[in-house]
């Protein structure tokens, strides 16, 4: 089972920027599918950005041009830079991974992923 650990969350005003992290353990996870979602108060969980063990990646029309989903395997650390934030992307944030094979349509889709970080706080104000 692969923990996940997510920090870099925080307050910032609309037009800043955060990294976030999140932290994979205690197995390599360079095979895994990995993705960031987040959840705003009242509304489901959303895809954001995801990343394959090819690096190849998928963002949400939300997001592209925003945000930069990465990774770094040998840190086993999957890391989502936000740039230009806005006050609609203030939600909390979570790390996912999948083992398993996870076709593209399903990349930004949490019924795809089993494994999961408590999330950070994503705060932008106007």
């Known amino acids: 089972q692969v923990q996940l650990v997510e920090s870099g969350g925080g307050s910032v005003q609309a037009g800043g920027s955060l990294r976030l992290s999140c932290v994979a353990s205690?197995?390599?996870?360079?095979?895994?599918?990995m993705a960031w979602f987040r959840q705003a108060p009242g509304k489901e969980r959303e895809g954001v950005a995801a990343?394959?063990?090819?690096?190849?990646?998928t963002y949400a029309s939300s997001v592209k041009g925003r945000f930069t989903i990465s990774r770094d395997n040998a840190k086993n650390t999957l890391y989502l830079q936000m740039n230009s934030l806005k006050p609609e992307d203030t939600a909390m944030y979570y790390c996912?991974?999948?083992?398993?094979?996870?076709?593209?349509?399903?990349?930004?889709?949490?019924?795809?992923?089993?494994?999961w970080g408590q999330g950070t706080q994503v705060t932008v104000s106007s």
């Open positions: 990343i394959r063990s090819d690096y190849a990646t």
């Open positions: 996912a991974a999948e083992g398993r094979y996870v076709p593209r349509p399903s990349l930004l889709l949490h019924a795809a992923y089993n494994n």
């Open positions: 205690p197995y390599s996870y360079s095979n895994y599918f």
